[in-house]
C-alpha cells in the first residue's frame, strides 16, 4: 500500500513467548516489566522501551480486560500524547535504522494489549 511518506516503516508485533526470527529486524520490548520465564538471550532484544509502556496505574486498571479495551486505547494514547513521549517513539524508530520493528510484549491477549496501540501510533506518527 503506497504512502505519502517515502520512508514506510513496517512495524509488526509479536509475544514474548513466540521463538525470534530472521526477519524480526529491530527486536524492542515495550513492556514495564520483564516477561516472566524469558531470558535475554531468548528475547534478542535490541532495546527495552519500558518507558513507552503503559503506566503501572493504567495496566493495573486495564487489567486485559476486554470490556475495557476501548477506554484503556483511549487512556495509553494519551498517555503517549506529549512532546517527551513523541520523542521517545521517534529516537525508536530512529534507532531502527530503517529495519523492520517487532514490537515485543508479554501479554497473552493477542487481541487487547498495548503493542496494538503502541504501533498504531508510531504508524500515524511516522505518517505524519
Known amino acids: 500500500m503506497p504512502r505519502a511518506n517515502s520512508k514506510s516503516v ?7 513467548y ?9 527486536r524492542v520490548l515495550v513492556d514495564r516489566v520483564w516477561p516472566r520465564g524469558r531470558s535475554k538471550e531468548t528475547l534478542k532484544l535490541d532495546q527495552w522501551s519500558r ?4 503506566s503501572a496505574q493504567l ?9 475495557r479495551w476501548t477506554e484503556f486505547q483511549q487512556r ?6 506529549s512532546d517527551e513521549m513523541r520523542a521517545r ?3 525508536l524508530t530512529s534507532d531502527a535504522a530503517g529495519q523492520r520493528i517487532t514490537l515485543v510484549y508479554g501479554a497473552k491477549d493477542e487481541e487487547h494489549n498495548q503493542a496494538i496501540v503502541l ?3 508510531l504508524l500515524h506518527l511516522h505518517k505524519g
Open 89 to 91: 517513539m521517534q529516537q
Open 119 to 121: 504501533r498504531d501510533v
Open 51 to 54: 518507558e513507552l509502556a503503559p
Open 10 to 16: 513496517k512495524i509488526v508485533i509479536q509475544r514474548a
Open 18 to 26: 513466540e521463538e525470534p526470527g530472521p526477519d524480526d529486524g529491530y
Open 76 to 81: 495509553y494514547r494519551d498517555e503517549l500524547d
Open 59 to 67: 495496566r493495573e486498571w486495564f487489567g486485559h480486560d476486554p470490556k
